[in-house]
């Protein structure tokens, strides 16, 4: 009963998006603020209507109610509550009443906030939220259903799939659907701009903040995902260039270009134009990610199974594609900047040569990921373009935006100096020739990660000493202490450093990328109880195989040990406990890795295969150097943002307005 009110709830959802769309845009062309109002109104509905079919199937999930198709697919009578109900993203049909949930709460959210100078933009946001949240829910209730009934329930369920009982899968589909979802509203409100003939940067300040919030949610969940692959797929890595990746880089790499030239816009009244389509381009790339998942037409360890959504999707975006470009052509005479770039030696110019580096590895990114589709059109045959190709194409690219990221804030607005650039630039590269120096003793003497590490090393100095140059000027002229005055600066400009926070987390993601790239090890070895081999610094003997009770009731667990010492002194590392379930009712496997090691180098080690009850056994080992770094890297990425997100009280004002309203006080007496 619980589960088909929530069935129902979904239907009403539908029904009201529809009723919000129309009445905000006959409101819109009869100038009746009432029809607005009213379709904001029933879109905020949309949230808790949605939330009402979420939580009935998560009662069908929990109380197992197998009569429910989607709930026999992903759950069974041994699955513990806790992945019930994480289950309602395990699967295709449930995933999409989730990703419908995410996004009516960002419009529930955005329909709330106060609508104030951009209340002219208003029936063209809802009426573009409201019908994109159609689509999704009209595909979910007619396509992919979840509340869909057998005539004759099972008695049990199949059981979630294996490779998704992690606390990554928990986490992390939320935080990608949260950053797919998020960037709705800011192309909503360029499509309103659009729509109005605005032309001034009202669209912009309005959405750049919703913009980042979508772009730290995709942030965490690539990151998150990329720890997921690194525990659960048992290959050692964390990123494999599979197309499901690539759909999520997509829109990331065009999110932040957008935000980058976001800044231009408003500091020099410049890229109108270029923004509008980067937007555009964002959220075009985030449709096409949703529909390699929910398609199957490309093959992937993320993706769901092949289903009826191909089409369907294709459909939207090419109809989204028309639409947006025709209304974008349409207004051209409006998107006239107010400037034009001076030189092409500023930091506009620099910020320029960011935006088409960003979006030439995006395009690299989607040739590459669609490559397949392309030759199976051609000649029949999907041919698939692997890691060696983005390695060589997306990388260089990557890699030109980490020294750009240091050399940006040395430029100048306007017009730069090449002598200013190269007095400021002798300090950052001055510890770099002396890092590469250190680097080269102990023993990196390979061209390529040396010029990697050069370039991610000048990057991180410059950041440094920036934060440092601003704290000794608030030393100098406040008599701050050096604490107080550093962070005083953040707090006086939370953009600008929380942007080099998230800089500074980039240049370590890219150092952990170079060390685990270049000088990780990866070998399989057969040993014999007992036998010890070296791998790198590491001596390894194997101890045995048992099996031990498996973390769910529904499979077995094969358990090896081995002793990890350091190869020339024999002290002792760790040990490690790789093991191997097996799940009958899934017919799936899963390999799980164990890790030891320093916080600077991991040992990971796989059990691949035994014979003769673990008298012998095979192992795939990796030494992965500098891979904490990646995982450091993505924490002070999101920590930056916060820093430029949040809204902190102005350190020196408030103690004056405390001063002042104290002495108000005082007089009233």
């Known amino acids: 009963m619980i589960t088909d009110v929530g069935y129902l709830a979904v239907i009403l959802a539908l029904a009201v ?4 769309a129309g009445a905000s845009l006959w409101g819109a062309t009869r100038n009746d603020d009432r029809f607005v109002q009213s379709g904001r109104m029933a879109a905020t509905l949309t949230f808790p209507l949605i939330m009402a079919g979420a939580l009935g199937l998560w009662f069908a999930l929990i109380t197992g109610d197998f009569g429910v198709k989607y709930v026999a697919q992903v759950s069974s009578l041994d699955t513990p509550l806790f992945f019930r109900l994480t289950a309602l993203w395990g699967s295709q049909n449930g995933s999409i009443l989730f990703w419908n949930l995410v996004m009516a709460g960002f419009i529930f959210f955005a329909m709330l906030r106060p609508w104030r100078e951009d209340k ?3 029936p063209y946001v809802t009426a573009t939220m409201m019908l994109i949240l159609a ?4 595909i979910n209730l007619f396509v992919a259903n979840p509340f869909e009934r057998f005539l004759f329930p099972p008695s049990d369920g199949a059981g979630l799939n294996p490779l998704l009982r992690h606390p990554g899968m928990i986490i992390h589909p939320p935080m990608l659907y949260a950053g797919f979802t998020g960037f709705i509203v800011p192309f ?3 499509i309103a701009s659009l729509a109005t003939r605005r032309r001034d940067n009202l669209w912009l300040l309005a959405s750049r903040r919703w913009m980042l919030v979508g772009w730290a949610f995709l942030t965490a969940g690539l990151f998150l995902g990329g720890r997921w692959a690194h525990d659960v797929l048992g290959w050692g890595g964390y990123w494999g260039w599979d197309p499901v990746e690539n759909k999520s880089l997509v829109p990331w790499l065009i999110g932040t270009a957008f935000l980058h030239s976001a800044m231009i816009q408003e500091k020099r009244g410049m890229f109108k134009n270029w923004n509008v389509f980067l937007m555009l381009l964002t959220f075009a790339s985030v449709i096409w990610g949703t529909a390699v998942v929910r398609s199957g037409v ?6 769901f199974a092949q289903s ?7 459909a939207f975006i090419v109809v989204m594609l028309i639409w947006s470009a025709v209304l974008w052509i349409s207004r051209l005479d409006t998107l006239k900047s107010e400037n034009a770039l001076d030189s092409g ?13 960003f979006v030439s590895t995006a395009l690299t990114v989607f040739i590459g990921t669609i490559f397949p589709i392309i030759t199976e059109a051609v000649n029949g045959t999907k041919v698939t373009v692997g890691p060696p190709f983005y390695n060589q194409v997306a990388v260089p690219q990557m890699a030109a935006l980490v020294v750009l990221m240091g050399i940006a804030p040395l430029m100048a607005w306007g017009k730069a100096s090449a002598r200013a650039l190269g007095r400021m630039s002798i300090i950052p590269l001055g510890l770099t020739a002396l890092s590469l120096l250190v680097l080269a003793v102990v023993g990196v003497r390979q061209l390529i990660p040396l010029a990697l590490f050069a370039l991610a090393l000048f990057t991180l100095y410059q950041t440094l000493i920036e934060y440092g140059r601003g704290a000794a000027a608030r030393v100098r002229s406040m008599g701050e202490s050096w604490p107080v005055a550093l962070g005083r600066l953040i707090l006086r400009n939370q953009r600008r450093y929380g942007g080099y926070l998230i800089h500074i987390g980039v240049v370590l993601f890219a150092i952990g990328a170079t060390g685990k790239g270049f000088y990780g090890v990866d070998v399989l070895r057969s040993m014999a109880l007992n036998d010890t081999i070296t791998v790198g610094n590491y001596a390894f003997t194997y101890r045995g195989l048992r099996a031990v009770p498996c973390e769910f009731n529904d499979c077995r667990t094969m358990q090896a040990s081995m002793l990890v010492t350091d190869a020339q002194t024999g002290a002792i590392v760790g040990a490690v406990f790789p093991h191997r379930d097996s799940y009958p009712i899934q017919q799936h496997t899963a390999t799980i890795a164990d890790v030891t090691g320093s916080w600077f180098e991991e040992v990971y080690v796989i059990l691949a295969a035994w014979q003769d009850n673990g008298a012998t056994a095979s192992f795939q080992i990796y030494i ?10 993505g924490a002070v990425m999101i920590l930056g943002f916060l820093v430029a997100f949040w809204k902190a009280p102005d350190p020196i004002r408030a103690p004056r307005l405390a001063v002042g309203l104290a002495s108000g006080a005082a007089l009233s007496r």
């Open 188 to 190: 909503a409100f360029c």
């Open 135 to 138: 689509f999704f829910l009209f």
């Open 120 to 122: 002219p933009l208003l």
């Open 308 to 314: 009826d959504l191909g089409p369907l999707f294709l």
């Open 17 to 20: 998006s529809l009723y919000a």
């Open 298 to 303: 490309l093959t992937s360890v993320h993706a």
């Open 624 to 633: 992965n150097p500098l891979i904490n770094l990646i995982w450091l890297g």
């Open 345 to 357: 030696f500023s930091r506009e110019g620099i910020f320029l040569l960011q935006n088409v580096l």
